[in-house]
Each structure stands twice: as structure tokens, then as C-alpha cells.
């Protein structure tokens, strides 16, 4: 019995791999130090129209030979190629929007932002909001149901952030949204929608809408809507 275990002890250990690493290999294994890409686009443009700092004003190259164009004009605004990063909660904060610019886009927009802790001073959503002198055009999204509460919200930020555009809401189905009448639900009544815009309208600035067709499928609520 003690000869078969060890036969078949020997045999195991045999059939085992036991890697072998050279010196070259293991150096492969060491923490480098990040480098930063280099075959990044230029971002060396102006825009027209702006009042912003010249911070602002840099981005694209204006060889349109070697990138084409796509203008879209926003309000006063022209976006020379068009590219354009959209909201997404949880998503298009500071750094994602920064990264971003770094490679090419000419307009992104914030997370959504409560209109309603905006007016409470919430410090959270306050963050939130915050825009960089060095991010290019930003349109601050604001989402509320409430028109009084989201014109006072986007003088607000208007104030202390500088938005290029205010952005509303209208296209968010999450439950603790859509059941406070915010978000996509305000396309389930025009009138209050109507006024919701026309109230951050009043605040100066230009307005732009994140918007659905509709509620269910065969809906066209947007057409109406505009």
C-alpha cells in the first residue's frame, strides 16, 4: 500500500507545472509610472461668440480639412464639429467631462441636478453642479417639476457656475423621478412642461431639453410638446 501511495505521489509531483521567470519577466510585473497618451487630438481651436474666459475658448483646431465639419449652432453658440457628450447620471461628472474634452468633444453636459436641493443649498448637489473654468462649454442640467423652484435653481447656478446652456429633464423613467412628476413624467402633462421651460427661460440663458417621443411605445408626445 505504501508503495502504491508513493508512486502515486511521485507521479502527481511530476505532473505539476511549476513556472520558471527570468529576470526580464519579473520586471514586466513591477508598477510603472502612467504616461499620458501620445497620440491624443489637438485641442487647439477657438470658438465664436464667446464671452467666457480664454480658458474657455480653447478646444478644437480649426483646420477644417483635417477633421471635417459638423457645425450645430446652440443659441449663440457654434459648435464647429458637433461632437457632443451627453448626461448621464452617475456618469458625466467633472473628470468624465474633462477626459472628454481631452479628446475632442466640444460640449458636454452635467449630470442631472435636483433644482429643488439646489434652492436648499445642499453641498452634495452643489458639487454636483460645479463646472471648471477649464471645461470648455458645459450645459448644467437641472431636473423639477416645479416652475417657481426651477427658475430660482437655474439663476442659481447661472450665478455661481456659469453654465453656457440649462439643460432640463425630461427624459428620466427612474421611479423616485418619474413619481415626483419630474423627469420624462412631465411629458404626461404639457402645460406644466410648458411652463417648467418657460420659467428657466426667463433666467436669460438659452434652454435646451433632454426629451423622449414618449411614454410607451407608439407614443409621439414629442412632437406636440415642441
Not at 457645425?71 to 458625466?92: Q, S
Not at 471648471?132 to 439663476?155: C, H, N, T, W, Y
Not at 450665478?159 to 404626461?188: H, Q, W
Request: charged share 25%; glycine share 8%; proline share 4%.
Amino acid at each position: 500500500t505504501k508503495a502504491v501511495m508513493n508512486t502515486a505521489q511521485n507521479t502527481v509531483q511530476s505532473n505539476i507545472y511549476t513556472p520558471s521567470y527570468s529576470e526580464q519577466d519579473l520586471a514586466l510585473t513591477q508598477p510603472v509610472a502612467a504616461s499620458a497618451p501620445t497620440s491624443a487630438p489637438d485641442t487647439n481651436y477657438s470658438l465664436p461668440n464667446s464671452n467666457l474666459d480664454n480658458q474657455r475658448q480653447s478646444g478644437y483646431n480649426e483646420n477644417k480639412n483635417e477633421r471635417g465639419t459638423c457645425e450645430v449652432k446652440i443659441g449663440d453658440i457654434t459648435l464647429r464639429h458637433g461632437l457632443m457628450l451627453a448626461p448621464m447620471a452617475g456618469f458625466t461628472d467633472r473628470a468624465m467631462r474633462l477626459v472628454c474634452r481631452e479628446w475632442g468633444v466640444e460640449y458636454s453636459v452635467t449630470e442631472m441636478v435636483s433644482a429643488k436641493a439646489v434652492t436648499f443649498g445642499d453641498k452634495k448637489t452643489l458639487a454636483l453642479a460645479r463646472i471648471g473654468e477649464d471645461e470648455g462649454r458645459v450645459a448644467l442640467q437641472l431636473f423639477g417639476s416645479e416652475p417657481e423652484i426651477m427658475a430660482k435653481a437655474a439663476k442659481s447656478v447661472l450665478m455661481a457656475y456659469r453654465p453656457d446652456f440649462i439643460d432640463i429633464n425630461m427624459g428620466c423613467p427612474v421611479p423616485k423621478v418619474f413619481k415626483n412628476g419630474e423627469g420624462s413624467a412631465l411629458l404626461t402633462d404639457i402645460n406644466k412642461a410648458e411652463k417648467v421651460v418657460k420659467a428657466c427661460v426667463d433666467s436669460g440663458k438659452t434652454v435646451t431639453v433632454k426629451i423622449r417621443i414618449g411614454q410607451k411605445k407608439g407614443d409621439d408626445i414629442a412632437t406636440e410638446f415642441c
